[in-house]
């Protein structure tokens, strides 16, 4: 998901960028062919098809050797037209496909980018106008594939106009833009649509190669359904440069309503409007810290700690607390020994105890580089699984295998995979 960017080996603001998500809004799609591509086979102890371990819900996973998917996106951008002045406009067309096994067999391909953006405008003095459907602000904690804020969607916008000491962007989408219909007399009845204004301000400083960067939304419930909530979210991250070769990231989040993300398209991700049925009785508070160092040519390694707590109306409460790190050592040109440790919790008002998941993962790879972004990688893995009694149902739910672990409280899963971005 990181394959936006155009990617040179050994390039250390690359690195800043895929760590930490350094800039959040205004990534301009670099002319050319790019993409990205994650696939791999495996085996478990338990027989048949490779074994992964997660809990689920809200949570996601630490990735290293723990991906049962195969997912690509490719696409390409191109300037299609520039005025006598220098102003540029450049088209952008991505697909995706994902399917949730090693084959992707006969996924469906997905339009992800269709846009067309205007560049060297003078009069937004660096600032470049868009409109169609694209990514928009979506930094990820990559070792938990984890887009903690995603503003993707169809819409229009100005990015990173100059504005004070920092840069201002706003953007304006619609949200789950379809209509409901009774089904006896096709007639429509209602519709789910929200509109969704993006509010962001980018590089405030705040100490030495230190900045906050802001992100705000306001979800409006356009639908006729009286039940229906309007929503918002707040998110405030300082992006800490210089730290050892990498950055750290602190991140504090909060949404409301249909700003917490909840019943959307995906997950755990703040960002597009969540369901508009839900009130202000739904909130999600979300603290993280990521760093990212590499103090050496040979050595890296990325480390999150993570708190959220989500507030379901009248089903209590949700928490989700995980603390990991990935760790990668190259050994010679074009091979690294990589590793990776995660704890997870989950507690929910919904079910007994506390489930706990450990997973750690060996992988010997074959790299593009010694660094730790250098990519493509060729991974062979090694991955063990523990978790407790209380988070045996969710393990067996959440794999592709379907409940292969039964009542036993580990697993073991070994394989190969790759990941590719260009």
């Known amino acids: 998901m990181i394959g936006k960017f155009a990617v040179k080996p050994l390039g250390a603001a690359l690195a800043l960028a895929f760590a930490c998500g350094t800039a959040i809004a205004g990534d301009h799609d670099t002319e050319g062919f790019h ?6 086979i495996g085996n478990s102890n338990h027989g048949g098809t490779q074994s992964c371990y997660g ?36 088209g952008t067309v991505w697909a995706t496909a994902y399917k949730n096994s090693s084959d992707f067999g006969d996924a469906d391909l997905e339009v992800a980018k269709l846009y067309i953006e205007a560049r060297n405008l003078p009069f937004l003095k660096g600032g470049t106008a868009w409109a169609g459907k694209r990514y928009y602000m979506r930094p990820d904690i990559h070792i938990l594939d984890l887009q903690y804020i995603n503003m993707n969607g169809t819409g229009a916008g100005i990015d990173r106009y100059p504005l004070g000491p920092g840069k201002a962007s706003y953007a304006i989408f619609k949200d789950n833009d379809f209509n409901t219909r009774d089904p006896a007399t096709g007639l429509v009845v209602d519709s789910p649509s929200a509109t969704r204004q993006v509010f962001l301000y980018e590089g405030l400083p705040t100490n030495r190669d230190g900045a906050l960067d802001i992100a705000a939304s306001v979800i409006t419930a356009e639908g006729t359904d009286e039940r229906t909530h309007d929503g918002w979210q707040l998110s405030v991250f300082h992006r800490q ?22 019943d959307g398209p995906c997950c ?26 590499q103090p050496t040519r040979d050595f890296g390694i990325s480390l999150v700690a993570l708190h959220q707590r989500d507030k379901n109306g009248p089903n209590g409460t ?40 450990t997973k750690l993962t060996i992988a010997p790879t074959i790299s593009l580089a010694r660094d730790y972004w250098s990519r493509p990688e060729l ?8 978790w407790n009694d209380a988070a ?31």
Request: net charge positive.
């Open 35 to 40: 993409g990205y591509l994650r696939a791999g």
């Open 55 to 90: 809990l689920g819900g809200i949570t996601m996973t630490y990735r290293l050797g723990n991906e049962c998917d195969s997912f690509t996106e490719l696409g390409y951008t191109q300037e299609v037209a520039k005025a006598a002045n220098g102003a540029s406009f450049v």
């Open 241 to 262: 440069r210089g730290v050892l070769g990498g950055a750290n990231n602190l991140g504090v989040q909060y949404g409301v309503g249909p700003g917490t993300g909840m």
């Open 268 to 293: 755990a991700r703040i960002g597009p409007a969540g369901s508009t049925l839900l009130g202000s009785d739904y909130t999600r508070l979300r603290v993280f810290d990521e760093l990212f160092i």
């Open 318 to 357: 949700t928490t989700w607390n995980t603390i990991g790190g990935r760790p990668s050592y190259a050994l010679a040109d074009n091979f690294k020994l990589q590793a990776e440790l995660g704890v997870t919790t989950l507690k929910s008002s919904t079910m007994p105890g506390t489930a706990r998941l």
């Open 379 to 386: 991974r062979l893995f090694a991955t063990y699984g523990k």
């Open 392 to 422: 045996t149902p969710l393990v067996n739910a959440f794999n592709n295998s379907g409940p292969v672990y039964g009542t036993d409280t580990s697993g073991f899963s070994y394989g190969v995979h790759l990941e590719a971005w260009w």
